[in-house]
């Protein structure tokens, strides 16, 4: 190693941690499976589409939102970052430095 370059450094493994609004994650998966049988019916329409769709298409957007509020909620106990592991924050770089096949 050249004397710019700084020694690599161990990537932190951070441990599992459960909250109880991870629970959250359960509800699509009842939600979807759990609802077919009740939601199982051609009629009424909904948009257009028969109520099984809706219901599935609706759990499926209910998801996306779930998995947000999770997201945000982990974000606010700094459980949760957009930070790549083994890459320095000001320059987007490899801690590494650059491979070996790279220009």
């Not at 990537?11 to 959250?24: I, K």
């Not at 996306?64 to 700094?78: E, N, Q, T, W």
Request: net charge neutral.
């Amino acid at each position: 190693m050249s004397a710019e370059t700084p020694a690599p450094r161990p990537v932190q493994q951070r441990g599992q941690e459960w909250h109880a609004y991870h629970a959250l994650a359960l509800l699509p998966t009842i939600g979807m499976l759990g609802g077919l049988p009740f939601a199982n019916r051609v009629y009424p329409l909904v948009l257009g589409l028969p109520f099984l769709i809706a219901w599935l298409v609706g759990w499926v957007i209910a998801t996306s939102a779930l998995m947000a509020c999770i997201l945000m909620l982990d974000r606010a106990r700094g459980l949760a970052s957009d930070r790549v592991p083994g890459e320095l924050p000001e320059t987007g770089q490899s801690a590494t430095g650059p491979s070996e096949g790279a220009p």
